[in-house]
């Protein structure tokens, strides 16, 4: 049982470039989420999942894309990167009746130059 | 809007000393409170929930509705209590779970 696992862990990006963040559980939780850590402003929550084919926006959802095709992955996609996007990424997923206990990935780190 | 404040950026005690992690958060419903911990090269984890009511690592958080704190406190801190504190409130049961700003805690021997 590897938990809510996240690719890569590091990545640095140019302005403008896309790229994909992988997140993935196995423990068939119906809910997950991503949160981007920056100092002093704390977590902040991009887009979240309640299922399959359902999303939703978060605090910070502009300049992020996701989707929810099966219940163990939910990527964050990055179309256009902006340096304001550097940061580090978290996921999380949790059962929907305890969506308060949410199990968090190891985070990428993510610099945009 | 809801909102959550944790004033404090970085809380620095000596060993032994008490601690308290303050967080008070604007809500217009009753939502539930709960308190996350980050240590070093861990993954952030869920420390207490106050619904609970319980002690965990010598850390109890006490919610005041009139108040609309939830802070986070221990009678003797710890080194190895030296971490990143996140308050969250729960919008609802299945929903969002929004975390405060966190303050770092530094337990100096």
């Known amino acids: 049982n590897a938990g809510v696992t996240q690719t890569p862990k590091f990545q640095v990006l140019k302005t403008g470039q896309s790229m994909t963040l992988q997140c993935a559980q196995d423990m068939n939780h119906e809910y997950m989420s991503w949160y981007r850590q920056d100092p002093g402003m704390g977590l902040r929550l991009i887009h979240y999942?309640?299922?399959?084919?359902?999303?939703d926006q978060g605090e910070v959802p502009n300049g992020y894309n996701v989707s929810r095709s099966t219940t163990e992955d939910f990527p964050l996609r990055l179309l256009s990167a902006a340096p304001s996007q550097t940061s580090v990424y978290f996921c999380?997923?949790?059962?929907?009746?305890?969506?308060?206990?949410?199990?968090f990935g190891p985070g990428t780190r993510l610099t945009v130059t | 809007a809801q909102r959550v404040t944790q004033p404090e950026k970085l809380l620095s005690v000596f060993k032994g000393a008490p601690v308290e992690l303050k967080c008070n958060y604007s809500?217009?419903?009753?939502?539930?409170l709960f308190w996350y911990v980050q240590y070093s090269r861990q993954r952030l984890q869920l420390l207490l929930r106050?619904?609970s009511r319980e002690s965990i690592k010598g850390f109890t958080a006490d919610l005041n509705k009139g108040e609309t704190s939830f802070h986070l406190k221990k009678p003797f801190a710890q080194e190895e209590d030296s971490a990143m504190y996140y308050c969250a409130p729960l919008y609802n049961q299945g929903g969002k779970l929004i975390f405060g700003q966190g303050t770092e805690l530094s337990v100096k021997p």
């Open positions: 999380a997923s949790s059962t929907t009746e305890a969506s308060y206990e949410q199990y």
């Open positions: 809500y217009s419903g009753s939502p539930e």
């Open positions: 999942s309640v299922g399959a084919g359902i999303t």
């Open positions: 106050h619904i």
